[in-house]
């Protein structure tokens, strides 16, 4: 059995693709259901977002699983599947697994460090257990992921430096003003940039926006659509005196604001500070501006400079997150290494033996009395009572061995035998071992009562979201 990923991105398709390829939750678990009832994976979770759609599945034959996704992914698009399979990328086994950890920890992001796809990944997770459509390995999988996202941001900095214009600004707005709850917004223009940028400055707790644009419509517009105030530019000037934050962004072939103006707005102001953002080209703001004492003016080129400079900074923390992401792949192979029969067979009659060796060293003073020949027979004895009480089990498990289903019986007997030595935990659930919560032992105790005929289909969807 094999993790098995197929989808696109940003990095392989345009807009225009993504769109058609976008699942809605009811498309989502339409076609997860659609891949396991063909029988081509024993669990599916689906996820899509603006920059990919991607469909997870557990599957004993890799390819056959990649055609089924293509298929299936071409046919919601309304698209050959020729003309989808081009953009189309697909991992298998450690790459898989490798894969969903670099996208929780965005490092498959378009803007790497953005902290967004980790709530997307999570309710794509909680839609497919809900759904049906997990089990055993992708509840503990995808909650793995999830911690694995949680380690690399709590031990990198990866998000921590803005690496877009927008939310550049808003960095070096808190640079000077420190708490932005109480400051004011002057939007002057009603360019995309600007827009996006007060966005920013509102979800950092400014309350009050002007909208000044030479068209007052246009400025009513943009007001409406980020909960601001338009005013008329005519009285631009009286408007510089209460803003604390000057966001420019117009086609204007001259300077809108100019030294003069900003000169006696800041001493109307008392000579608070006024932070100003030009982000047209050319220039809205007069570069005089910077000379005047109380005023911080910084265009275009200073704010790419930042994100340029914060974009390294990114790029070097997320050289230690790709270190997490191959501690924690190695801690899941571990775990899915220990699902298949012939190991945990052996690893059973290994931790059985050793009680049997235990209990016969503990009773050694009591025993010392015995001939050879009576100890002999105590060790045949005991040996004996060992392979009885495995028989069943492992004739069983090698009956199943066969079966899609079998990696359930088989973490069912890991579980009841404490054979992967969690026996005792204090019930916390650390990073390189995520999944053993509620859930989990739900699917479990369905394996174990599973007759071993049964289908997958009965023992899916138990879990719960914990992470």
């Not at 550049?168 to 109480?182: K, S």
């Not at 510089?240 to 072939?253: F, K, N």
């Not at 027979?377 to 009572?385: R, Y």
Request: glycine share 6%; charged share 25%; with cysteine.
């Amino acid at each position: 059995m094999h993790v098995v990923v197929a989808g696109i991105s940003h990095k392989t398709a345009p807009l225009e693709l993504r769109e058609r390829l976008a699942l809605d939750d009811e498309a989502a678990l339409r076609v997860s259901r659609e891949l396991l009832d063909e029988g081509v994976a024993c669990e599916v979770v689906a996820l899509s977002t603006c920059n990919r759609t991607e469909l997870y599945q557990w599957a004993r034959d890799s390819l056959a699983a990649r055609h089924a996704a293509l298929a299936h992914l071409a046919r919601h698009a309304g698209v050959a599947p020729s003309e989808l399979e081009p953009a189309l990328y697909s991992h298998s086994g450690d790459g898989a697994v490798a894969h969903l950890f670099r996208v929780t920890s965005s490092l498959d992001s378009m803007v790497v460090g953005e902290a967004q796809i980790v709530a997307q990944l999570k309710a794509a997770y909680q839609l497919a257990s809900d759904g049906g459509c997990t089990a055993v390995v992708f509840n503990r999988l995808f909650r793995h992921a999830l911690e694995v996202g949680k380690r690399v941001r709590t031990e990198t900095a990866i998000g921590e430096r803005p690496v877009s214009v927008s939310s550049a600004a808003v960095g070096l707005a808190q640079q000077v003003f420190g708490d932005l709850r109480d400051r004011s917004v002057l939007i002057i223009g009603a360019g995309e940039t600007s827009e996006l940028t007060a966005t920013h400055l509102k979800a950092n707790g400014i309350e009050r926006i002007l909208v000044a644009n030479r068209t007052f419509a246009a400025s009513t517009d943009l007001a409406a659509r980020i909960g601001g105030e338009a005013v008329r530019f005519e009285d631009l000037e009286e408007h510089l005196v209460a803003a604390d934050i000057v966001i420019s962004s117009t086609s204007a072939p001259h300077y809108v604001v100019t030294r003069e103006s900003v000169e006696r707005a800041v001493k109307r102001r008392r000579h608070r500070p006024m932070f100003l953002i030009d982000i047209a080209v050319p220039r809205d703001l007069d570069p005089e501006i910077d000379r005047v004492r109380n005023a911080y003016l910084y265009d275009i080129d200073d704010l790419q400079q930042v994100v340029e400079h914060n974009r390294h900074e990114r790029e070097r923390e997320a050289q230690l997150a790709e270190r997490i992401v191959e501690q924690e792949l190695a801690n899941v192979n571990d775990w899915l290494r220990g699902l298949e029969v012939v190991p945990t067979i052996a690893t059973l009659r290994e931790a059985v033996e050793e009680i049997r060796r235990g209990e016969l060293a503990r009773l050694g003073n009591r025993l010392s009395g015995l001939t050879d020949e009576q100890r002999a027979q105590v060790e045949m004895l005991t040996t004996s009572i060992v392979n009885k009480i495995l028989h069943v089990p492992t004739v069983k498990m090698k009956e199943v061995a066969g079966r899609d289903q079998c990696y359930l019986y088989v973490d069912a007997v890991r579980t009841l035998f404490d054979l992967d030595g969690h026996a005792g935990d204090d019930g916390d659930t650390p990073a390189g071992d995520a999944g053993r919560a509620t859930a989990d032992h739900t699917d479990r105790a369905a394996a174990e009562d599973a007759p071993s005929g049964g289908t997958v289909h009965h023992l899916r969807g138990t879990g719960t979201e914990d992470a």
